[in-house]
T-cell receptor, first 114, second 116 residues
Framework: AAGVIQSPRHLIKEKRETATLKCYPIPRHDTVYWYQQGPGQDPQFLISFYEKMQSDKGSIPDRFSAQQFSDYHSELNMSSLELGDSALYFC?????????????FGEGSRLTVL | AQTVTQSQPEMSVQEAETVTLSCTYDTSENNYYLFWYKQPPSRQMILVIRQEAYKQQNATENRFSVNFQKAAKSFSLKISDSQLGDTAMYFCAFMKLKTSYDKVIFGPGTSLSVIP
């Protein structure tokens, strides 16, 4: 079965650079969530999209932006990177209406800021 | 706002034994889901078990079962016949049921080690 695809899996950037992470949800899933997991920490909710509109916003820095495209894939753009942005970024998807509550997670994109 | 608390940062269990991981949560919502997610060293988050708050019967999935106490806002996970592959970080999580696209809120996690 198709899963959530994230790219790139690993990314190394310098301070003040820009990074873009991509997420391709499971087919027919219309909702995408982004989470940030620092070393030894629980995943923190950043932002979510439902039917290409922002549905909820968490602790996402102003330097970050995201959107969901017409094919339901999503991109997380991070600018002016800081050392503290080094983390594992998870994308998850779900299908509204079914409401089993389950989020399906990708394998994550590990960002290292030097 | 909802919060999820896991008071056991680390636990260990002998292979084939039973272990219980604790979780408490705080919410004013009446309809919600509770989850236990597993994050093995490969890092992908995997759903272990799910409980709907309106169901009184505790959920079970093979060797995994929960003890859901709604009034006490407690949601513990019992793993029976522990296996080496159960070694992972376990996150208790909460999702309210206001809309069909509510986010999941995670607890701080419990690191479980299964000892041969």
């Amino acid at each position: 079965a198709a899963g959530v695809i994230q790219s790139p899996r690993h990314l190394i950037k310098e301070k003040r650079e820009t990074a873009t992470l991509k997420c391709y949800p499971i087919p027919r899933h219309d909702t995408v969530y982004w989470y940030q997991q620092g070393p030894g920490q629980d995943p923190q909710f950043l932002i979510s999209f439902y039917e290409k509109m922002q549905s909820d916003k968490g602790s996402i820095p102003d330097r970050f932006s995201a959107q969901q495209f017409s094919d339901y894939h999503s991109e997380l753009n991070m600018s002016s990177l800081e050392l503290g942005d080094s983390a594992l970024y998870f994308c998850a998807s779900s299908r509204s209406g079914r409401n089993t509550g389950e989020l399906f997670f990708g394998e994550g994109s590990r960002l290292t800021v030097l | 706002a909802q919060t999820v608390t896991q008071s056991q940062p680390e636990m260990s269990v002998q292979e084939a034994e039973t272990v219980t991981l604790s979780c408490t949560y705080d919410t004013s919502e009446n309809n919600y889901y509770l989850f236990w997610y597993k994050q093995p060293p490969s890092r992908q988050m995997i759903l272990v078990i799910r409980q709907e708050a309106y169901k009184q019967q505790n959920a079970t999935e093979n060797r995994f079962s929960v003890n859901f106490q709604k009034a006490a806002k407690s949601f513990s996970l019992k793993i029976s016949d522990s296996q080496l592959g159960d070694t992972a970080m376990y996150f208790c999580a909460f999702m309210k049921l206001k809309t069909s696209y509510d986010k999941v809120i995670f607890g701080p996690g419990t690191s479980l080690s299964v000892i041969p």
